[in-house]
């Protein structure tokens, strides 16, 4: 995925930041799909600092497209369904800097799923400007990893193997343990 991606940006140049914003927002709708093979693609082709700023751009513009389309499409009827998961239904009563807080939090939290923190606070309470603000603030700390782990990736440095060890490490435990 992320070499067809270089290929696109890289054949249509004077586009290139567009069709990099247009899908980071199709990925942050589906909320499902992981992002970081587009910030690899980002800094392949735009290098690392300005691939970074165009992968945070394409990240908060769709987390506002996704909160609005959720909000839109969906508040009326999900609200009462994520219940049974504890740090969803709080996000869903909460507001003001309490929400601001929490939705900060749970950006800086590379475990908690990105789409799953959107979808909560859109069928929530919520407002538009606060998830912005959160949302955008709690996102840095993390591009900033993810992007640097990525390079040192894609650029098969020591770090990088290390990176990638552990990794793997931790999938086989994750696996290991789920099907014992």
Known sequence: MQD???EVLVSYKEFAVVISLLINILISIFGVI????????????????????ISFL???????????????????H????????PFVSKLLGTKG???????????LLPFVPSGLVTF?????????????FASSIGKIPALLIEAYSVNQVTNWTT???????????????YFMKKYK
Not at 37 to 49: D, E, M
Request: proline content about 1%; hydrophobic content about 55%.
């Open 4 to 6: 067809w991606l270089v």
């Open 34 to 53: 992981p992002s970081v093979f587009i910030t690899a693609g980002n800094l392949l082709v735009f290098g690392f600092w300005k691939g970074t700023l």
């Open 58 to 76: 394409g990240e908060t513009i769709g987390a506002i497209v996704s909160f609005w389309l959720y909000r839109k499409g969906f508040k009326r």
């Open 78 to 85: 999900v609200g009462k369904k994520l219940d049974k998961y």
């Open 97 to 107: 800097k309490d929400a601001f807080f929490l939705i900060l939090s749970l950006r």
């Open 120 to 132: 909560a606070s859109a069928v929530g309470e919520v407002s538009l400007l606060i998830f912005v």
């Open 159 to 173: 770090e990088g193997k290390l990176i990638l060890a552990a990794l793997a490490i931790v999938g086989l435990f």
